[in-house]
């Protein structure tokens, strides 16, 4: 135990990030990166920017909320814009969530609303998946407390239609919803048109996975105004500098960039098909995934040992300690070539296609 840690904190279970090795070179697809570069006019907007480094960012976000707004169809005061889906899931519990107010969370999803619920001392309400690891929508209705859904989820890959998340919002109008939608450009669809029905609605999307901008840490909150300018009362109060110069105009040049957003998502979609085909002729069982990654597991070889093994041949995947979860990899798409070397490797782990 540490010297220094408040005791209110000395259980606090930090979140355990995909590794990110420095030691060797490895087909890194275990933290659902793109395997593209940003697009052009993004690098060109960052260099665009660094001469003017002396200078605070504008701490409202204007002209990117105003890029977001014509993107989305919604007003700039419906959009907040967080250093990464992370921070705005962040303020949103602090917002809407004390030690009496708790979270509602499935039981496997995103490993960080956990974590919060730990350093913020927010009780959780864990609601299990059912045994093929879907979300019943009904267990969610009336619950009496602030709700995060992942949809798509995080690490079963399985999406829910937006009129099941409205269900959901209409069957908890006095609490808040948010809808975590890091994966939804990948063949799900949006819950954003829902905010203007749904006062209760927070959207959160990410430029982490579809935008190629992981490393510039970026994302958006979307809610009707009164939700995001309480969300915006909690920003203001710990870092109202929080989006830097360099991510500000890469965020709107990413926005404008669609064709290149576009042609990437829709090639990760095309390898995630062939990726699946693959693993199911080699006995794999897989989630009907909407995201850059794939959920997958085989009588063949056990979880942890088939992580470790694709480990020293150079394949980095992530693998999950929990119950539930510990027989499953969860596989980023990569690119054509890097899924190819995937499977080379596991035939010769397991003995042959
Ligand atoms: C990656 C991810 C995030 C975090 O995204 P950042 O914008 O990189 O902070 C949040 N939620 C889910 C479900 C994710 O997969």
Not at 28 to 56: C, D, F, H, M, W
Not at 286 to 295: A, G, H, K, P, V
């Amino acid at each position: 135990m540490s010297r220094y840690l408040s005791p209110t904190l000395t259980s606090l279970k930090p979140y355990t990030p995909g590794e990110q090795p420095q030691d060797r070179s490895y087909i890194k697809l275990n933290t659902n990166e793109s395997p593209y570069p940003p697009a052009t006019a993004v690098v060109e907007a960052i260099q665009a920017e660094t001469g003017r480094l002396q200078l605070y960012p504008d701490p409202a976000c204007t002209a990117l909320r105003q890029a977001a707004a014509r993107y989305y169809g919604i007003d700039p005061d419906e959009v907040m814009a967080g250093n990464g889906s992370d921070e705005n899931l962040f303020f949103a519990l602090r917002a809407f969530c004390d030690e009496t107010h708790p979270l509602a969370h499935a039981d496997v999803t995103y490993g960080c609303y956990a974590v919060w619920c730990g350093l913020l001392h927010i009780p959780e309400d864990v609601i299990p998946l059912e045994e093929d690891f879907r979300l019943d929508p009904a267990k969610y209705y009336g619950r009496g407390e602030t709700i995060v859904i992942a949809n798509p989820n995080a690490p079963t890959g399985l999406a829910l239609p937006p009129e099941e998340i409205a269900k959901i919002a209409a069957a908890n109008s006095d609490n808040v919803v948010i809808v975590d939608e890091a994966y939804v450009d990948f063949g799900a669809e949006s819950c954003v048109p829902l905010i203007h029905s749904y006062d209760n609605l927070l959207v959160v999307q990410t430029f982490s996975k579809s935008r190629q901008m992981a490393g510039a840490r970026l994302g958006f909150a979307m809610g009707c105004k009164e939700l995001i300018a309480d969300l915006e009362r909690v920003r203001s109060s710990l870092n109202p500098y929080n989006i830097n110069r360099m991510t500000l105009a890469a965020g709107i040049a990413a926005l404008e960039s669609t064709g290149y957003f576009n042609e990437t998502r829709q090639q990760i979609c095309e390898t995630r098909a062939w990726a699946a085909e693959q693993l199911a002729r080699r006995g794999f069982e897989l989630t009907d995934s909407r995201t850059n990654f794939l959920f997958a597991r085989t009588d063949r070889m056990e979880g942890g040992a088939l992580y470790q093994a694709l480990r020293d041949k150079g394949v980095l995947v992530r693998h999950f300690s929990g119950p539930r979860t510990s027989d499953w990899l969860r596989i980023t798409v990569g690119t054509l070539e890097q899924m190819e070397i995937l499977m080379a490797r596991l035939d010769e782990i397991l003995g042959g296609p």
